[in-house]
């Protein structure tokens, strides 16, 4: 279980969460709705270790995710809002990058490259460089996001730049990922073909 306790952030003396609670079980796909984009965005980056709350803490299975940080944030794969490619890469290299930030080395990293990519659809895009048609642009980064095979995926807005045939394909991997045993918390607008994707929500509204 994921758990959010009394969670306050404060960004430049503004509030962004307030005293927000939340429990997320193992095995749910849960989306953040409501119309306030940066406490979910917030919610998600602090779940992922990336920005620490002034207040409250977040545990994962009992235990705060900032003890023993070098081996908690394994278990979470964060998808942000902006993507962050490198034009220079090449996408197999881009892969091996953050492969090795989570110290995926030997032959299981090729491995996982190649599963990666059969999943995805993006084998004869493994040796191009970062510039891809702009509808593959987010598939990619959820690509990166589950190479290094966390328990828990926090996605931030990842059907906003999806037409309808791409955002089902997306919601089709997601769900193939859920059967492997992944948990998903979404930040996410309520779009047609999510309405029965979401086996749990949560309305952030000012913060809470």
């Known amino acids: 279980m994921l758990e959010f306790q009394n969670i306050s952030i404060y960004r430049r003396e503004k509030r962004i969460l307030d005293d927000f609670n939340l429990k997320i079980p193992d095995g749910a796909i849960m989306g953040l709705l409501g119309s306030d984009s940066k406490a979910k965005s917030m919610i998600l980056a602090a779940a992922s270790g990336s920005q620490a709350p002034d207040y409250g803490q977040i545990l994962l299975n009992g235990v705060s995710i900032y003890q023993g940080r070098s081996r908690s944030y394994q278990n979470f794969g964060y998808m942000p809002r902006e993507y962050g490619f490198y034009d220079l890469l090449r996408v197999d290299e881009y892969f091996e990058l953050f492969l090795s930030l989570y110290k995926v080395n030997g032959r ?45 995926l926090l996605l931030d807005e990842p059907f906003a730049n999806l037409n309808s045939s791409s955002r089902n394909s997306m919601i089709k991997i997601l769900l193939m990922l859920q059967e492997e045993g992944k948990s998903i918390v979404v930040n996410s607008q309520m779009f047609p073909e999510t309405r029965d994707f979401f086996t749990d929500v949560a309305l952030v509204e000012d913060g809470r």
């Open 108 to 152: 299981y990293r090729q491995k996982r490259m190649e599963e990666v990519a059969e999943l995805f659809g993006i084998r004869q895009y493994m040796s191009a460089f970062m510039e891809l048609p702009a509808e593959m642009l987010p598939f990619l980064c959820l690509a990166k996001t589950v190479l290094h095979d966390p328990e828990w």
